[in-house]
Each structure stands twice: as structure tokens, then as C-alpha cells.
């Protein structure tokens, strides 16, 4: 089937609108922003391919059969390995991409790996009153706690056919997602979002504090000697850190103070590289992790 048509196995989908159930059980809910990882664990052979019609924000049904399309047409290119990112030691993620239909699925949070994931424990459980979305150059945003995806290759920087960069593509498209998803989670007791995002994936999505909803960007700092320096390399591990212990936590509080002080006492138990105890201070709308190490 030419690539300007839907694609092989992929199923062509309406674009029905998010029912008013699926709008209050989200309501309220503090809502927990992920970045992708650019490695993941492929899922066992045999698993059931991805089945984009059972993904959470069946609003942007459409757009995500627009990006499957047009990944699977640019892996079936010539400079497809080039367009998606993938090395030239790795031809097989590239074939994979060419069949991403058929690829086999799994729960999100055991496909995406990494040092952000790394963190998080193992089986997680996410609470009812808590949301936690990961965006996706290939789906838009995948809901942590029920969605299925493959092992994909497909970065906000990928070139993808006849759409350009995917991050900006994916910005167009989710624009009505954000004021939904501040009105959701301004509506409840626990109206916070933790943005443990990074820059490309968060200009994807972008979301400030506005309609009853504080966003807090989780911003990590080593301190040394009274002076604090941004941690670019290793922010991912503190981010990871942050949503672990939300997820983990028994109960949310209702305001950023609270939450401020409920994330100090549980990261007093958490280590940084020197040793010390991890910290947590709000600065605005910044949730800044102090590692000190010296």
C-alpha cells in the first residue's frame, strides 16, 4: 500500500471526542509529566501488537494514525535510518520501525528504560489520584498506568516524511490537550503539576500555571560550598527520583507548599553523589532538588 495511504495493519480511526466519564475520573487528579526514553525494552515476542484504538485521549486518534503512517513510510526509505536518528551499528531499529504495526506491545512503564526510568520502582503501581503522562513523538502523550506501546525509534527531533521535525508536528496537534489538562487537574482537592520534563518534550506540551492548576518544573542543582550549579548530565536520575516518590507516597497534599514538604522528608532517606541527603525547595514555580556535594 503506497505511504500516502493508511498504513499496512494500521487501523484507520475516527476521531471520537474524550466522553465526559473519562473527563471526571481525571478531574482532580495530580498530574505527573514524563519525557520519553531514547532506549527501550523491546516487549517478548508474541505480545500483542500495539492497538492505538485502546489508548488513553482517543481525541488525538487521528493525528496518531497521521505519525504512525508517516514513521513507517520514513523507516521504509532510503535515508530512513538518517530521518529517525538511528545508528548505523542498529539497521534492525530501523526494520522495526518499517513494521511498527506488528512490533509487540507493553505497559509503558516496562518499555521506556533509562536513567529517568531506572529510578522508578520496579511494578509500580500509579495510585487513582494520581495521572502520570509520558509524551511521545510517535503517539502525542501515553498514559503510564494503562497504555501498551512498542519498542519504538522515533525522537521529537526525528525528520518524519511529509510532516517535518515531529516535536513541532506533535506542539500543533496537542494544543487543545493543554488547556484540558490544566482545567482537569484545577478542578480537584490536589491541583499540581509536576513537570519532570525536558526541553524538547516540554515544547511539545506546553504548560504553565493557569485555571486552577500550579505547574512546578522539577529544576535538580548540585550545591558545593554555599554556590549551586544547574545539573544538565545527570537530571534525568533526579527527575526519576521526584516521581518515584509521588507515586509512592500514601497520599498527595493539596498545595505546592505541602507537597514541598512532603517530598523533604521523604528524600532526607535518599542519597545524592556525595553521600547527603537530597533536598527539595520552591522557587516560584520551580521545584528545585539540591544535591549537595561538598
Same mark, same amino acid.
Given at each position: ?29 495530580? %498530574?505527573? %509529566? ?25 481525541? %488525538? ?31 534492525? %531499529? ?55 506501546? #512498542? ?24 494544543? #487543545? ?75 498527595? #497534599? ?41
Amino acid at each position: 500500500m503506497p505511504c500516502t495511504g493508511p498504513g499496512r495493519g494500521v487501523r484507520k480511526l475516527s476521531a471520537p471526542p474524550a466522553g465526559a466519564g473519562a473527563a471526571a475520573r481525571d478531574n482532580g487528579r495530580v %498530574l505527573m %509529566l514524563l519525557p520519553p526514553s531514547e532506549t527501550k525494552t523491546r516487549p517478548a515476542d508474541g505480545s500483542a501488537p500495539l492497538d492505538a484504538t485502546a489508548l488513553a485521549h482517543p481525541e %488525538l486518534s487521528r493525528a496518531r494514525e497521521t505519525m504512525l503512517r508517516a514513521a513507517r513510510c520514513t523507516a521504509e526509505g532510503r535515508d530512513g535510518g538518517e530521518r529517525l536518528g538511528v545508528p548505523a551499528s542498529s539497521p534492525e %531499529l530501523v526494520a522495526r520501525m518499517a513494521a511498527i504495526h506488528e512490533e509487540p506491545a507493553g505497559p509503558a512503564l516496562s518499555v521506556y528504560s533509562g536513567v529517568l526510568y531506572d529510578q522508578l520502582a520496579p511494578g509500580a503501581v500509579i495510585p487513582e489520584d494520581r495521572r502520570v503522562l509520558v509524551m511521545s513523538a510517535l503517539l502525542g502523550v501515553v498514559d503510564a498506568a494503562g497504555d501498551r506501546v #512498542p519498542a519504538y525509534r522515533l525522537s521529537a527531533g526525528s525528520r518524519v516524511q511529509r510532516l517535518g521535525a515531529a516535536g513541532p508536528w506533535w506542539s500543533t496537534h496537542l494544543r #487543545p490537550l493543554r488547556t484540558r489538562l490544566l482545567e482537569e487537574t484545577g478542578a480537584g482537592p490536589s491541583p499540581l503539576v509536576v513537570d519532570s520534563r525536558s526541553g524538547a518534550y516540554r515544547s511539545m506540551l506546553p504548560l504553565r500555571s493557569g485555571r486552577g492548576a500550579r505547574v512546578l518544573q522539577v529544576a535538580p542543582v548540585q550545591e558545593r560550598g554555599g554556590s549551586r550549579k544547574v545539573i544538565s548530565h545527570d537530571a534525568k536520575r533526579y527527575r526519576g527520583i521526584v516521581i518515584r516518590e509521588l507515586i509512592a507516597a500514601p497520599e498527595l #497534599p493539596g498545595d505546592a507548599d505541602a507537597l514541598v514538604d512532603l517530598l523533604r522528608e521523604r528524600l532526607a532517606a535518599v542519597p545524592g553523589v556525595a553521600g547527603a541527603p537530597l533536598g527539595v525547595e520552591l522557587d516560584g514555580d520551580q521545584l528545585v532538588v539540591v544535591d549537595p556535594v561538598g
